[in-house]
């Protein structure tokens, strides 16, 4: 289904009944991330919402940079929510920069969210102070992305050689099919730029909101990811 919010057309696939879980996904990626997992929450007895971001998949793809500034990010989701008279969510989910945007709406909007699954990014206040050096080593990529128009060539240099690289070495017929979108006009470059104004945010404390559970860490180093998330508070 398409929602439009400020003008901007977003892809929203929602499936389900019950209480709501909110899918936000990252880069480069679409609501196609959540393929297994939406299966599975609708056979669970849940309503499953997971738009496209704006910038990705089949949702707008507006190159005005403000336009992905944290604030307009949150009213998209927040206007699908109203466009689906969706009061409460029973639990935001988000992965790569869609966990920042999770963070975010679970700390700004306690009384929409009851629950926040923040997969590979933590509380982005002690994400790098915590992290240090060996944390923006692995976030390199977030600088290289504010440089708009040579970030777009080396990534489809050689056949997108360093996409695949990084994103996608241990599955070359996804990465296929990732291109493919990306290479639509304008894909590439607005799936980069919530990069831009996205790094800075401060995102709220959530030590007296929130019940943590211990982390399920991905390739991140797991001492890493604790020492991340136990500055924020969470473990």
């Known amino acids: 289904m398409r929602v439009t919010v400020e003008g901007v057309q ?6 389900g009944s019950g209480q709501v879980v909110l899918l936000l996904h990252g880069f480069p990626d679409s609501a196609r991330l959540w393929k297994d997992q939406i299966p599975a929450l609708v056979e669970s ?8 971001l704006k910038g990705f998949g089949l949702s707008d793809k507006p190159q005005d940079v403000q336009l992905y500034a944290m604030p307009n990010l949150l009213t998209d989701v927040l206007g699908i929510l109203d466009q689906l008279h969706i009061r409460k969510v029973h639990c935001v989910v988000g992965h790569d920069w869609g966990a ?14 009851e629950r926040l699954a923040a997969l590979s990014v933590g509380h982005n ?10 944390q923006r080593e692995k976030s390199w990529y977030m ?21 695949r690289q990084l994103w996608f070495a241990d599955d070359p017929q996804v990465a296929t099919e990732y291109i493919a979108e990306l290479s639509r006009p304008g894909a590439l470059t ?4 919530a990069y831009c104004l996205t790094i800075r ?5 959530f030590a007296a909101l929130w019940q943590p559970q211990p982390p399920l860490q991905s390739g991140l180093d797991v001492g890493l990811a604790r020492a991340i998330l136990s500055q924020g508070g969470l473990v």
């Open 125 to 134: 206040a002690s994400m790098f102070g915590m992290g240090g050096n060996k």
């Open 100 to 113: 920042a945007l999770a963070w975010q709406l679970a700390g700004r909007f306690p009384d929409r969210f």
């Open 143 to 163: 600088l290289f992305f504010k440089f708009k128009g040579i970030s777009e060539r080396a990534l489809q240099r050689n056949d997108w050689a360093l996409l």
């Open 10 to 15: 977003l892809q929203v696939t929602d499936l």
């Open 201 to 205: 945010v401060q995102t709220p404390a």
């Open 45 to 52: 007895g849940y309503r499953v919402l997971a738009p496209d």
């Open 190 to 193: 607005a799936g980069q730029l």
